[in-house]
Protein backbone atom coordinates (compact mmCIF):
# COMPACT_ATOMS: atom_id res chain seq x y z
CA UNK A 1 0.00 0.00 0.00
CA UNK A 2 1.70 3.41 -1.25
CA UNK A 3 2.10 6.16 1.07
CA UNK A 4 0.54 9.38 -0.45
CA UNK A 5 2.65 12.41 0.59
CA UNK A 6 -0.12 15.47 1.65
CA UNK A 7 1.61 18.80 1.39
CA UNK A 8 -1.23 20.31 3.47
CA UNK A 9 0.13 19.05 6.99
CA UNK A 10 3.43 20.17 6.70
CA UNK A 11 2.41 23.84 5.42
CA UNK A 12 0.08 24.18 8.41
CA UNK A 13 3.40 23.17 10.52
CA UNK A 14 5.38 25.84 9.19
CA UNK A 15 2.71 28.58 8.71
CA UNK A 16 2.57 27.82 12.85
CA UNK A 17 5.85 27.98 13.81
CA UNK A 18 6.59 31.10 11.13
CA UNK A 19 3.47 32.70 12.73
CA UNK A 20 4.89 32.93 15.86
CA UNK A 21 8.20 34.84 15.07
CA UNK A 22 6.11 37.23 12.80
CA UNK A 23 3.76 37.81 16.18
CA UNK A 24 6.55 38.33 18.31
CA UNK A 25 8.08 40.72 16.03
CA UNK A 26 5.40 42.91 15.74
CA UNK A 27 4.97 42.70 19.73
CA UNK A 28 8.83 43.86 19.68
CA UNK A 29 8.48 46.38 17.00
CA UNK A 30 5.03 47.58 16.93
CA UNK A 31 5.12 47.07 13.21
CA UNK A 32 4.42 43.60 11.37
CA UNK A 33 7.16 42.51 9.14
CA UNK A 34 6.98 43.65 5.33
CA UNK A 35 7.40 41.72 2.59
CA UNK A 36 8.13 43.27 -1.03
CA UNK A 37 6.99 41.53 -4.04
CA UNK A 38 8.11 43.12 -7.30
CA UNK A 39 6.55 41.98 -10.43
CA UNK A 40 7.78 43.20 -14.69
CA UNK A 41 4.89 42.63 -16.56
CA UNK A 42 1.41 41.05 -16.78
CA UNK A 43 2.18 36.69 -16.54
CA UNK A 44 -0.57 35.29 -15.49
CA UNK A 45 0.62 32.41 -13.67
CA UNK A 46 3.18 35.14 -12.18
CA UNK A 47 0.84 37.37 -10.79
CA UNK A 48 -1.40 34.06 -9.84
CA UNK A 49 2.00 32.66 -7.81
CA UNK A 50 2.13 36.37 -6.39
CA UNK A 51 -1.40 36.69 -5.17
CA UNK A 52 -1.17 33.45 -3.47
CA UNK A 53 2.13 35.30 -1.29
CA UNK A 54 -0.40 37.79 -0.73
CA UNK A 55 -2.95 36.23 0.16
CA UNK A 56 -0.97 33.88 2.79
CA UNK A 57 0.68 36.91 4.01
CA UNK A 58 -2.52 38.24 5.68
CA UNK A 59 -3.43 35.22 6.94
CA UNK A 60 0.23 34.98 8.97
CA UNK A 61 0.40 38.73 10.06
CA UNK A 62 3.06 39.85 7.75
CA UNK A 63 2.69 43.35 5.44
CA UNK A 64 2.58 42.44 2.10
CA UNK A 65 3.84 45.30 -0.71
CA UNK A 66 3.24 44.27 -4.02
CA UNK A 67 5.28 46.40 -6.50
CA UNK A 68 3.60 46.04 -10.18
CA UNK A 69 5.88 47.60 -12.81
CA UNK A 70 4.62 47.42 -16.52
CA UNK A 71 6.49 45.83 -18.71
CA UNK A 72 8.49 48.09 -20.86
CA UNK A 73 10.11 48.50 -17.12
CA UNK A 74 14.20 49.12 -17.55
CA UNK A 75 16.91 47.10 -15.89
CA UNK A 76 17.89 50.23 -14.32
CA UNK A 77 14.26 51.00 -13.04
CA UNK A 78 13.91 47.35 -11.59
CA UNK A 79 17.18 47.61 -9.60
CA UNK A 80 16.61 51.39 -8.32
CA UNK A 81 13.12 49.63 -7.04
CA UNK A 82 15.27 47.00 -5.45
CA UNK A 83 17.00 49.44 -3.91
CA UNK A 84 14.70 51.76 -2.66
CA UNK A 85 12.12 48.78 -1.22
CA UNK A 86 15.51 47.57 0.70
CA UNK A 87 15.69 50.70 2.90
CA UNK A 88 11.83 49.82 4.29
CA UNK A 89 11.04 45.92 3.79
CA UNK A 90 12.31 42.66 6.00
CA UNK A 91 12.38 40.92 2.81
CA UNK A 92 12.40 41.00 -1.52
CA UNK A 93 10.99 39.08 -3.89
CA UNK A 94 11.29 39.25 -7.57
CA UNK A 95 8.75 37.24 -9.62
CA UNK A 96 10.62 35.41 -12.06
CA UNK A 97 10.11 35.10 -15.10
CA UNK A 98 11.31 38.92 -16.46
CA UNK A 99 10.99 40.23 -20.11
CA UNK A 100 13.33 39.20 -21.86
CA UNK A 101 15.16 42.50 -21.82
CA UNK A 102 15.82 42.48 -17.99
CA UNK A 103 18.59 40.31 -17.12
CA UNK A 104 17.54 38.32 -14.15
CA UNK A 105 21.14 37.80 -12.13
CA UNK A 106 21.77 41.22 -12.04
CA UNK A 107 18.77 41.91 -10.82
CA UNK A 108 18.42 39.99 -8.34
CA UNK A 109 21.56 40.18 -6.83
CA UNK A 110 20.65 43.67 -5.84
CA UNK A 111 18.41 42.33 -3.19
CA UNK A 112 20.82 42.64 0.07
CA UNK A 113 21.35 38.81 1.23
CA UNK A 114 19.96 39.32 4.26
CA UNK A 115 16.41 40.27 2.94
CA UNK A 116 16.86 37.69 0.09
CA UNK A 117 13.33 35.34 1.23
CA UNK A 118 13.83 33.25 -2.34
CA UNK A 119 17.54 32.51 -1.61
CA UNK A 120 18.62 33.44 -4.86
CA UNK A 121 21.48 35.73 -4.56
CA UNK A 122 24.70 34.62 -5.23
CA UNK A 123 25.86 34.52 -2.39
CA UNK A 124 23.18 32.52 -0.79
CA UNK A 125 23.41 30.03 -3.06
CA UNK A 126 27.05 30.02 -2.80
CA UNK A 127 26.45 29.80 1.11
CA UNK A 128 24.79 26.27 0.17
CA UNK A 129 28.31 25.17 -0.25
CA UNK A 130 29.17 26.01 3.35
CA UNK A 131 27.50 24.43 6.53
CA UNK A 132 26.58 28.12 7.54
CA UNK A 133 23.75 28.53 4.96
CA UNK A 134 20.42 29.84 6.28
CA UNK A 135 18.17 30.65 3.68
CA UNK A 136 17.40 27.61 0.79
CA UNK A 137 15.26 27.99 -2.10
CA UNK A 138 11.85 28.10 -0.91
CA UNK A 139 10.65 24.90 -3.50
CA UNK A 140 13.62 22.75 -2.68
CA UNK A 141 12.95 23.58 1.23
CA UNK A 142 9.54 22.15 0.71
CA UNK A 143 11.17 19.08 -0.79
CA UNK A 144 13.29 19.22 1.87
CA UNK A 145 10.13 19.55 4.82
CA UNK A 146 8.28 16.78 2.83
CA UNK A 147 11.62 14.11 3.48
CA UNK A 148 11.21 15.31 6.82
CA UNK A 149 8.19 15.22 7.75
CA UNK A 150 7.27 11.45 6.09
CA UNK A 151 10.97 10.21 7.63
CA UNK A 152 11.66 9.32 4.50
CA UNK A 153 14.90 7.30 4.53
CA UNK A 154 18.22 9.15 2.69
CA UNK A 155 21.13 7.31 3.79
CA UNK A 156 22.81 5.65 1.08
CA UNK A 157 19.85 6.22 -2.09
CA UNK A 158 20.08 6.37 -5.05
CA UNK A 159 18.10 9.93 -5.68
CA UNK A 160 17.52 10.82 -9.19
CA UNK A 161 16.38 14.53 -10.11
CA UNK A 162 15.31 15.45 -13.34
CA UNK A 163 15.63 18.82 -14.47
CA UNK A 164 18.25 21.56 -13.71
CA UNK A 165 17.38 24.73 -12.20
CA UNK A 166 18.66 26.99 -9.46
CA UNK A 167 15.57 26.84 -7.78
CA UNK A 168 15.54 22.81 -7.07
CA UNK A 169 17.86 20.74 -8.65
CA UNK A 170 20.81 22.78 -8.28
CA UNK A 171 20.33 23.21 -3.90
CA UNK A 172 18.82 19.59 -3.85
CA UNK A 173 21.68 18.44 -5.49
CA UNK A 174 24.13 19.90 -2.98
CA UNK A 175 22.44 19.50 0.05
CA UNK A 176 21.00 16.09 -0.07
CA UNK A 177 24.64 14.95 -0.66
CA UNK A 178 25.78 16.22 2.20
CA UNK A 179 26.83 14.35 5.28
CA UNK A 180 23.06 15.57 6.97
CA UNK A 181 21.41 13.34 4.62
CA UNK A 182 24.05 10.83 2.52
CA UNK A 183 22.70 10.92 -0.50
CA UNK A 184 24.02 9.49 -3.74
CA UNK A 185 22.40 12.39 -5.92
CA UNK A 186 22.10 12.57 -9.66
CA UNK A 187 20.90 15.42 -11.78
CA UNK A 188 18.87 14.14 -15.35
CA UNK A 189 18.10 16.76 -18.64
CA UNK A 190 16.81 17.28 -21.57
CA UNK A 191 20.18 15.93 -22.87
CA UNK A 192 20.43 13.22 -20.91
CA UNK A 193 20.21 10.03 -23.29
CA UNK A 194 18.40 6.54 -21.57
CA UNK A 195 16.93 8.03 -18.77
CA UNK A 196 15.47 5.55 -17.67
CA UNK A 197 18.94 3.93 -17.23
CA UNK A 198 18.62 6.39 -14.18
CA UNK A 199 15.02 6.83 -13.26
CA UNK A 200 14.42 2.94 -12.55
CA UNK A 201 17.84 2.51 -10.45
CA UNK A 202 16.52 5.98 -8.32
CA UNK A 203 14.95 4.92 -4.62
CA UNK A 204 13.78 8.43 -4.58
CA UNK A 205 12.70 10.31 -7.46
CA UNK A 206 12.25 13.94 -7.95
CA UNK A 207 10.82 15.81 -11.04
CA UNK A 208 10.66 19.06 -11.91
CA UNK A 209 10.61 19.71 -15.53
CA UNK A 210 7.16 21.16 -16.13
CA UNK A 211 6.26 18.43 -18.85
CA UNK A 212 2.55 17.43 -18.14
CA UNK A 213 2.74 13.38 -17.55
CA UNK A 214 6.11 12.89 -18.53
CA UNK A 215 6.94 10.49 -16.68
CA UNK A 216 4.62 7.22 -16.98
CA UNK A 217 5.00 3.29 -15.10
CA UNK A 218 7.75 2.89 -17.74
CA UNK A 219 10.10 4.79 -15.79
CA UNK A 220 9.97 4.23 -12.19
CA UNK A 221 10.85 1.82 -10.24
CA UNK A 222 9.26 -0.18 -7.86
CA UNK A 223 8.36 0.47 -4.45
CA UNK A 224 10.87 3.82 -4.70
CA UNK A 225 9.39 7.36 -3.40
CA UNK A 226 8.37 9.72 -6.33
CA UNK A 227 8.04 13.50 -5.58
CA UNK A 228 6.56 15.46 -8.29
CA UNK A 229 7.16 18.74 -8.40
CA UNK A 230 6.49 19.84 -11.80
CA UNK A 231 3.47 21.99 -13.50
CA UNK A 232 2.35 22.84 -16.71
CA UNK A 233 -0.21 23.91 -18.33
CA UNK A 234 -2.10 22.24 -21.51
CA UNK A 235 -5.87 23.77 -22.75
CA UNK A 236 -6.21 25.53 -19.29
CA UNK A 237 -5.62 22.51 -16.74
CA UNK A 238 -2.80 22.14 -14.98
CA UNK A 239 -0.62 18.75 -14.48
CA UNK A 240 2.35 17.47 -13.03
CA UNK A 241 5.00 15.33 -14.32
CA UNK A 242 4.34 12.25 -13.23
CA UNK A 243 1.19 10.47 -15.16
CA UNK A 244 -0.39 8.83 -12.21
CA UNK A 245 -1.58 6.03 -14.94
CA UNK A 246 -1.43 2.34 -13.09
CA UNK A 247 1.13 3.47 -10.40
CA UNK A 248 -2.24 2.46 -7.77
CA UNK A 249 0.41 0.56 -5.09
CA UNK A 250 2.52 0.20 -7.32
CA UNK A 251 5.47 2.81 -5.66
CA UNK A 252 5.89 2.89 -1.84
CA UNK A 253 5.02 6.72 -1.65
CA UNK A 254 4.32 9.63 -3.65
CA UNK A 255 3.36 13.24 -3.34
CA UNK A 256 0.36 14.14 -5.55
CA UNK A 257 -0.61 16.65 -7.98
CA UNK A 258 -2.13 18.65 -6.99
CA UNK A 259 -1.92 18.52 -2.69
CA UNK A 260 1.42 17.66 -2.81
CA UNK A 261 4.63 20.18 -3.05
CA UNK A 262 2.51 22.81 -3.66
CA UNK A 263 1.16 23.94 -0.93
CA UNK A 264 3.97 23.64 1.08
CA UNK A 265 6.07 26.07 -1.46
CA UNK A 266 4.48 29.48 -0.14
CA UNK A 267 4.85 28.74 4.03
CA UNK A 268 8.37 28.05 2.82
CA UNK A 269 9.02 31.10 1.35
CA UNK A 270 7.68 32.64 4.70
CA UNK A 271 9.74 30.77 6.76
CA UNK A 272 12.63 31.81 5.08
CA UNK A 273 10.98 35.66 6.07
CA UNK A 274 10.54 34.45 9.69
CA UNK A 275 14.68 32.89 9.26
CA UNK A 276 15.80 36.54 8.06
CA UNK A 277 13.84 38.24 10.79
CA UNK A 278 15.24 36.30 13.53
Known sequence: MERILYGKPIAEELDAKSKLIFTNFENANDRKPKLTAITVGDNPASLLYVSRKEEKAIELGVEFNWIKLNKATSQKDLEEKVELSAKDSDGIIIQLPLPEHINPEEAINKIPYNL?????????????????????????????????????????????????????????????????????????????????????????FISAIGKPMHYDISFLKENSTVID???????????????????????????????????????????????LIS
Do not use: C, W
Open 116 to 204: DVDGLTALNLGNLYSEEYKIIPATSLAILEMIKFYKIDTIDKNIVIAGRSRLVSSPLAKILSSDKYNSNVTVIHSKTTNQKDFTLNADI
Open 229 to 275: VGISSVDSKTYGDIDTKQLENYLGARSPYPGGVGPITVSALYSNLAK
